[in-house]
């Protein structure tokens, strides 16, 4: 069983600050590319940023220079610190990680339940 828990959203003002935590557990091997998506309210759901095993990072043009993604190997966990919030930011945003389970030679990609991030003054 392997489990990804989002953590870390809430409601902020403009110009804000939020750092979501996306956590893994279970019977983990190795925790591959993960990327952190958003969803808002009758939108399609998008990428944000992706990080890779060897921590290269690529992301959306929205929030360049705003958000920063980032990993810990060693508690297999990966954050999105963002900073500038715009109203626009608003959405509920979900962890998706390429996870190799112990024994196992499939890559599978797992997805969490997200965090509701409101960005409002």
């Known amino acids: 069983q392997v489990q990804l828990v989002e953590s870390g959203g809430g409601l902020v003002q403009p110009g804000g600050s939020l750092r979501l935590s996306c956590a893994t557990s279970?019977?983990?091997?190795?925790?591959?590319?993960t990327g952190w998506y958003r969803q808002a309210p009758g939108k399609q759901r998008e990428l944000v940023a992706v990080?890779?095993?060897?921590?290269?990072?690529n992301y959306a043009d929205s929030v360049k220079g705003r958000f920063t993604i980032s990993r810990d190997n060693a508690k297999n966990t990966v954050y999105l610190q963002m900073n500038s919030l715009k109203p626009e930011d608003t959405a509920v945003y979900l962890c998706n990680a390429d996870i190799l389970i112990r024994g196992s030679t499939v890559h599978i990609y797992y997805w969490g339940q997200g965090t509701q991030v409101t960005v409002s003054s």
């Open positions: 990080i890779t095993s060897g921590g290269s990072t």
């Open positions: 279970g019977s983990i091997f190795s925790l591959n590319a």
